[in-house]
């Protein structure tokens, strides 16, 4: 089975690919509490709020509320592989 697609369609299906992984990966942002972004990284909530300042995807929403950001984490992590 032979697919021909002329450049015009071929560029259109590459921009609504790129488009799609941009939504999903600004949708799949969520705020973490200190549970849950402890597990991800595999240390404990109280590690985690000790070293909280070093980390750029801490957020601080009040005076005692700290979330973490979910596609942050990820992002530092992968970092952390590579290296």
């Given at each position: 089975?032979?697919?021909?697609?002329?450049v015009?369609?071929?560029?259109?299906?590459?921009?609504?690919?790129?488009?799609?992984?941009?939504?999903?990966?600004?949708?799949?942002?969520?705020?973490?509490?200190?549970?849950?972004?402890?597990?991800?990284?595999?240390?404990?909530?109280?590690?985690?709020?000790?070293?909280?300042?070093?980390?750029?995807?801490?957020?601080?929403?009040?005076?005692?509320?700290?979330?973490?950001?979910?596609?942050?984490?990820?992002?530092?992590?992968?970092?952390?592989?590579l290296?």
């Open positions: 089975m032979l697919v021909t697609l002329t015009g369609q071929l560029r259109q299906l590459i921009r609504e690919e790129i488009q799609a992984a941009t939504n999903t990966q600004q949708e799949a942002d969520r705020m973490l509490d200190a549970k849950e972004a402890s597990l991800m990284l595999s240390m404990s909530e109280d590690w985690l709020y000790r070293h909280a300042k070093k980390f750029p995807f801490t957020r601080k929403l009040g005076p005692k509320m700290l979330r973490f950001s979910y596609q942050g984490i990820k992002k530092w992590l992968a970092t952390r592989i290296n």
